[in-house]
């Protein structure tokens, strides 16, 4: 009856998609079948499995692009305002899956594929991961360009088209190495080139002043080198792929007129080294999260992507405007993610100031109508400043813009706002005085941006009372939220079919769109059968991880043990070292007492440390060399299994989420802007043990405080013990099991024949602060992971622990950040494509 009910399933699947595109399995497979032969050349009995994975992309192209053509010429149509996603990061992930999740053709294209004797999972198995992103910030831009096609928003992402994304992690003898991810190297279906659109940017050189009849003042930018900027455009498919929406992502070359004929007569070779620098640029992704290079080529970079999107914005906006520049505001809303385009601002003003000749105010008026400003960290170390001495060898005349709107800013609203405060016009400068003055990019995007937002209602809060306090009195209103979401199409919908067809049973079919429908499944949490049903589906996920742990690692998991797991990027202020300073203690605890009381537990990571972030990759090391003693040690019986996957990224995301019992969002109160693998986690049924940080506390109001395992200092807790002096020798000495666990970093106990390799984790958390308060979190921690433990023996009340998680995250749905985003910010109509 099961095989029939599945069949039943996917027959009204392939119907509703056949109504739609009006495509049958055996269409579909004689167009891959086409594609094969015409496009990749090559037949059936030769074909490997990545030709087969390209025919199949084709196939699925022929919809994606007739749509993103459709799409594109009735937004020029209808001339409709639309916003422009200015990011440096896209982590977009693999594409097949989801594109085939959008247009509805999943099942039709897995019957497909079976007919031609292949596996539909093997053959997705074959994309590489577009991975243009470190994190979270990343993986927000790629939600959202996902829920704007699905919402109909008219919107254009536009970042960088880097030749290698985030570098691969592989773990050599616990070590975490870098390896670099090339991942067009054989080419990729989803992007088009479009040179009919390229750019030209000036870089460096110096600024002349002149004065025209008027004995007006004008200024000339001479710059020491032009870039080419080329475009490439990825087709971002809406649900239901109504609207198919334009990823642009920009690449650098030399510019050939340029470098060749005029700078370099001189030789050759000189401009061979010249066409080398300029194609570096979008070279690679500078590999940190929540911390701020300050390198000269992530400036050029910034600078780079900002220009050419701006051109590109000018020239569609003039293609149906001309040089009347009153509607621009109207028409056109640029989002800033974080303070890496901020850049945008002063080059807007030099377009229209320096080119377009307008005054000087109507520009800045037309400027701050355009530019909003999303926050994504408090971290000092991730708060982006530039050296004024760098900022005017790359861009003279931006940092001469930059001074005249600071001066203005100064004068015009802060004195009259706080009448001779030298120190607060010192706080709000967006130039810093000191032994080297720097830009701070934080204050130029508040300064010029209309709307400025946090990503969960506790950093908004934070924001505003912390970081922007002066900004928020001179601007009330200014300074606002827009808690994150996750795109549910590929984080519950496409990674977790299971689960979903079940959800489709009880809810209506469209909750991939209206995930407030979940909220049904509440009447079902104490449903036995229900339960049974949902506790075996994350059962079978389970044993699914377990094989690709075996793979990845060779070691042998249980499913019926506790699944716990933490993964995110590796950062002491996102503390995985206090989850494993735990997992120690676990094991000490069966050591001394074999019929220590828990459930079987296996503890999983996923986490990459930025290459130069020593102490994250100490912290790798020491999780891998734990977890190679736990796991070959036979006394504890498998009743504990630590397991580091390497290369954590979007697609091993979508097999370990579905798998999980346990989500980790244990952050220092107040460091977590918002975190969204913890919506994801528990969307797909896992119960949280987390701190009050973050959207964590959002998920807690939503699932309700008996469904997550909350412990820790709150925000105003951390505040008071850093001012009465935070002490952590004070937590070692009291407790005698955390002591214990300190104590083994400094032996070789688990680094055989090593003694001390591990004892800087020890000294990081005692002789140098424990700026994250690992230690005074510690023994409540312990305690909520007791609790965990009580929970999960009884298997009913789990259950519907499990199943309350997945019913109540309609909120964290990135369509209501969207919305959000329209209503409060963007002021978008959507469009409707025939
Ligand atoms: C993350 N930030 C926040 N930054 O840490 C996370 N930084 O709480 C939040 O949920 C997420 O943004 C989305 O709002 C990042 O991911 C970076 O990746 C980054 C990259 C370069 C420089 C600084």
Redesign the pocket.
Known sequence: TKSTTRRKKSASAVSASIAQFGMTPEQFKECVVRHLHVSLGTDENKASKKAWWNATCAAVNEIVFERATKTQKTHFQKDTRAVHYLS??FLMGRFLKNNLTNIGLTEVAAQALEQLDLDFNEICEEEPDMAL??????R?AACFVDSLATLGYPAIGYGIHYEHGLFTQEIKHGRQLERPDSWREYGNPWEICRPESIQEIPLYGYVETKYDENGRIHKEWHPGRIIKGVPWDIPVVGYGAKTVNILRLWESRASDFFNWDVFNAGGYLDAQVENVQAETISKVL?P?????AGKELRLIQQYFFCACSIKDIIRRYKRAHGDNWDNFPAQVVMQLN?T?PAVAIPELMRILVDRAELDWDKAWGICQKVFAY?N??LLPE?LEKWSVRLFEKVLPRHLEIIYEINSRFLEEVVEPAFPDNDEVKRKLSIIEEGHEKMVRMGNLCVIGSFKVNG?AEIHSKLVKSDLFPEFDKIWPGKLTNVT?GVTPRRWLKSCNPALSNLISKHVDEDWPVHLDKLQKLNDLADDKKFQKEFMQIKHDNKVELAKVIKELTNVDVDPTALFDIQIK?LHEYKRQQLNLIHIMALYRRLLQDPDYDMPKRVFIFGAKAAPGYYMAKEIVYAINKVADKVNNDSRIKDKLKVVFLPNYRVSLAEKMIPAADVSEQISLAGK?????GNMKLALNGAVTIGTLD??NIEIAEEAGEDNVVIFGLTVDEVKAKKAEGYNPWDYYYANEELKAVLDWFDTDYFTPGKPGELAEIKRSLLDYGDTYMTLADYASYSDAHKKIDALYQDSAKWARMAIVNTATMGKFNSDRSIQDYVNNIWKLDPCNVE
Request: aromatic residues 4%.
């Open positions: 440096l990061e992103g470190n994190g979270g910030l990343g927000l500078y940190n999260d929540n911390t701020d974080d890496h999303t994504h960290t991730a990503v994150n990027r977590e802007a918002s975190g969204t973050g959207a």
